[in-house]
């Protein structure tokens, strides 16, 4: 029996990370541990500008794996939900729950997990596994870390954000059922 481990890999693209992210490396090499052990993995992919859908830009980093079984999802905003295919995709598939982790952590990745979580999807986040850049008046780490404690005092009666290391949502999907 499947734990149905869902996997929502968030603008990880060429494009997107062209601009410096905070720790980048370590952050594609924890997504692809979560990658490894999902039963299911979607990714989003922003498509504006130069980051035309098919294109160079577009493309997911080639640092992570892409299951042969992956599903993509394009959007053209920093909601993952607004006017794409993705809430459709999880009712097909009879999902209610997943885990998040990406780029960017106070633009696409924060908007997800909101709409997300309004929707009434059960949203863990992969508190070490999202990144962003320095800004002008934070710098990525300060925005790492202030969103983590945002997403994890969320109110939502009934439906809170979950916001755990790699290692913490690991351990639960290889435990038994």
Known sequence: MMKNNVLIVVDM????LAIPRY????????????????D????????????GVGGDLWQI???????????YVTKTACDGFWNTT??????????????VCGCATD?????TIKVGAS?????TVAADAHTTADRTYARAQQLIGQHNEVWAGLSLPGNPVTVI???TILSAWRSPL
């Open 40 to 51: 299911v993995v979607i990714f989003i992919q922003h498509a504006e500008g130069e980051m």
């Open 23 to 38: 720790d980048r490396e370590g952050k594609a090499a924890l997504i692809n541990q979560l990658i490894d052990a999902a």
């Open 13 to 16: 693209q060429v494009g997107v």
């Open 107 to 111: 633009y696409c990745v924060d908007t």
């Open 86 to 99: 993705l809430d459709a995709l999880l009712q097909r598939l009879g999902i209610n729950a997943f885990t």
């Open 165 to 167: 290391p790699v290692a």
């Open 61 to 71: 980093i080639p640092e992570l794996q892409q299951p042969a079984h992956a599903h």
């Open 119 to 123: 929707k009434g999807y059960a949203i």
